[in-house]
C-alpha cells in the first residue's frame, strides 16, 4: 500500500456524514470506497465514478423512485459565516434540503445524480419574494428552464412546484440556481452545484481526490433599495460586523464585492466538511491524483492557481478536451472547469484566485498579511500544521 490512510479516513468521515445527516443511501459506492486502493486501481476495468467532496457544503443524493432521483429543495434567507476577518456573519439567501435546515448554506448542497437517470426537481420558495431554479447546463426541457418571464411562472413564496422529470443529457458538472429576479437573487447566493457522475471511467481517470468548487462574490455592506425585508429596526441594516446584515446585490461604494468565496466560505473561515465542521485545510497524500471542479457563480472572472505544482484543465462541462497544462486558469461567470494535479510535491499549499483584491477580505489580508478571500489551502502528504491563528471559529 503506497498511501497513508488520513485522507482515506478524512474523506470517509466527511462523505458518510453527509449520507448521514442527509438520510440519502451511502455514498460509499463513490470516492470513499474506490478512491486510490491498490486493488482497485490496480484493475484495469472500469471503475465507479468518485462523489466529489464539496468542503463547507453538504452532499446531497435526493430520493430514487424508479429511474428517477428526486431533489427537494428550499430557497431561504439564513445567516451564514462568511469570513473571519472583519466580518463572521450576513444574511444570505440559498438553499437546503427540503425539511433539514441543518443542510441550509449557499452555494446550496451539492447534488449528486447518475448517468442513465432521470432527474427531478421539487422547489419550495421560502424567500420574501417569487423565485425559480435553472438547471445551468443540463439538456432540460424548456418548461423546466425555470426563467420568469420567459419560459416559467415564478413560484410564489411560500408555494411548491414540481419540474418534469428529464434526462440531464450527458455526465458532468452544471448548477441550480435561480433565474427570477436574477440580478438580485444570484449575489445574495440562489445558487448551487450539480453533479451527473459517469457510471464508468477509464480507471487512470479516476481521481483519488474529487473536490468541487463554488466561486462566489458577497456585499453585505450596502444598502439594496428594492427589497423590504431587510433586517433591523425601521428597515435600517444593522451593523453587519455582529449581526449579519443582508447581501447587496451590487457592489459597494468602490465598485467592489468585498468578500470573495469558495463554497461560501473565505480562506479564514474555510472548514473540511459539512455546515460547521471544524475549519482547515483540505488534506491530501503524497501522490493523489486531485481534481477541483470549478463553478463561477459570481459576476466576474477569477484566474484560479495552484502553488507547487502545474495543474490540467482535463474537461469543461463534462466534456473532455485536449489537456491544457497551466499555471492559472481564468473561469467567467457562468463557466465549469474540471482542473487536475498529482500532488507529488509536499507541504502546505494555497489554491487561489490570482486576482490580487480577491486574496483579502473587504481589503484586508488576514494572519501576517495571508491571502483570505478566495483561497483554500490544500496540504499534501505530512506538512507542519497551519498556524491557528489563520482560521476563524466554524460558523
Ligand atoms: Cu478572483
Known amino acids: 500500500m503506497r498511501r497513508g490512510l488520513a485522507m482515506r479516513r478524512t474523506t470517509s468521515v466527511i ?7 442527509l438520510g440519502v443511501p451511502t455514498l460509499l459506492s463513490g470516492q470513499a470506497a474506490g478512491s486510490g486502493r491498490g486493488g482497485r486501481d490496480g484493475n484495469r476495468g472500469q471503475v465507479a465514478p468518485t462523489v466529489p467532496i464539496t468542503p463547507s457544503v453538504a452532499t446531497y443524493q435526493g430520493e430514487k423512485n424508479g429511474d428517477t432521483r428526486i431533489f427537494r429543495l428550499t430557497a ?5 459565516q462568511l469570513a473571519t476577518f472583519p466580518i463572521r456573519n450576513a444574511t444570505v439567501w440559498g438553499w437546503q434540503v427540503t425539511g433539514r435546515p441543518e443542510t441550509r448554506s449557499t452555494p446550496g448542497p451539492t447534488l449528486v445524480a447518475y448517468e442513465g437517470e432521470r432527474i427531478q426537481f421539487v422547489v419550495t420558495n421560502n424567500l420574501p419574494q417569487p423565485t425559480s431554479l435553472h438547471p445551468h447546463g443540463t439538456h432540460q426541457p424548456n418548461e423546466n428552464d425555470g426563467v420568469a418571464g420567459i419560459n416559467f411562472d415564478p413560484i410564489n413564496p411560500g408555494e411548491t412546484r414540481t419540474y418534469t422529470p428529464y434526462r440531464p443529457g450527458h455526465a458532468g458538472t452544471f448548477a441550480y440556481h435561480t433565474h427570477t429576479n436574477t ?18 471511467v477509464a480507471w487512470m481517470d479516476k481521481p483519488n481526490v474529487d473536490i468541487g468548487m463554488t466561486l462566489q462574490t458577497f456585499n453585505p455592506d450596502g444598502p439594496d433599495a428594492d427589497d423590504t425585508t431587510v433586517p433591523g429596526e425601521g428597515g435600517k441594516m444593522l451593523n453587519p460586523s455582529d449581526e449579519g446584515g443582508l447581501i447587496a446585490p451590487m457592489p459597494d461604494d468602490r465598485g467592489m464585492f468585498p468578500f470573495f468565496t469558495i463554497n461560501g466560505k473565505t480562506g479564514d473561515a474555510s472548514n473540511t466538511g459539512v455546515p460547521g465542521a471544524p475549519n482547515g485545510p483540505i488534506k491530501v497524500n503524497q501522490g493523489d491524483l486531485v481534481q477541483i471542479r470549478l463553478y463561477n457563480a459570481s459576476s466576474m472572472s477569477h484566474a484560479m492557481h495552484m502553488h507547487g505544482t502545474d495543474m490540467t484543465v482535463v474537461d469543461i462541462n463534462g466534456h473532455p478536451v485536449s489537456p491544457q497544462t497551466v499555471t492559472a486558469k481564468a473561469i467567467a461567470p457562468g463557466e465549469f472547469f474540471t482542473v487536475r494535479f498529482r500532488a507529488n510535491n509536499p507541504g502546505t499549499w494555497i489554491f487561489h484566485c490570482s486576482f490580487p483584491g480577491h486574496q483579502a477580505n473587504a481589503g484586508k489580508s488576514g494572519f501576517q498579511g495571508a491571502p483570505v478571500g478566495m483561497t483554500r489551502i490544500i496540504q499534501v502528504g505530512n506538512a507542519a500544521p497551519v498556524p491557528a491563528a489563520y482560521f476563524g471559529p466554524p460558523s
Not at 431561504?76 to 451564514?80: A, G, H, I, P, R
Open 15 to 21: 462523505v458518510v456524514t453527509a449520507a448521514l445527516v
Open 76 to 80: 431561504t434567507e439564513f445567516q451564514q
Open 183 to 200: 440580478a438580485t437573487q444570484e449575489p445574495r447566493g440562489v445558487v448551487g452545484l450539480i453533479t451527473i457522475l459517469p457510471q464508468r
